[in-house]
């Protein structure tokens, strides 16, 4: 187990975290690579492939795991393998309740209307509007909400005062 700080700076960062934890087997994996350094194969013999694949990808938005490349037996292929790399958490940050009821429901709703509004976000970059402040006039929601709606989504990530679209290969 590492024994490193994940210290919070920024109310966004939550999102990342509560999803994680939200999900039963997400957290079982957390909780696996926080013991040890395992390879997507590994972790597949604990949940199925697209769950870990999923989770890999959040934890890794999130900056909450570390890879590195395993050494191979002669005649096979290098693979990545993970590790998680904190053990205790630190918040320091303050926020409106508002803006932590959004990445609150962010985090932990299924809702379709979130759907709807990811959506358009993206369609909305793909177009050529990527400030996030444009954004968030013109779905009137908060900067923090389109910023934590970025952190939940995968092919969505942040870039200064921009939204880009992550190539998903």
Request: proline fraction near 4%; charged fraction near 25%; include cysteine.
């Amino acid at each position: 187990m590492t024994g490193h700080i994940k210290i919070l700076n920024d109310p966004v960062e939550l999102v990342p975290l509560l999803i994680t934890f939200n999900n039963a087997e997400y957290k079982k994996i957390y909780d696996l690579l926080n013991k040890a350094w395992m390879t997507e194969d590994d972790l597949a013999d604990y949940a199925a492939r697209s769950t870990v694949t999923e989770c890999l990808a959040i934890l890794k938005k999130g900056n909450l795991i570390e890879e590195q490349w395993r050494m191979p037996k002669p005649g096979e292929k290098p693979t990545k393998e993970y590790r998680a790399t904190y053990s205790k958490f630190r918040a320091s940050f303050q926020c409106s309740m508002g803006d932590l009821g959004d990445l609150l429901h962010i985090a932990i709703s299924n809702d379709e209307s979130l759907r709807a509004i990811v959506d358009a976000v993206q369609q909305e970059i793909m177009t050529g509007t990527t400030s996030i402040g444009d954004i968030s006039r013109k779905y009137g929601v908060s900067q923090i909400f389109i910023r934590g709606l970025a952190k939940r989504i995968p092919g969505l990530d942040v870039r200064g005062q921009g939204m880009v679209l992550l190539d998903r290969t």
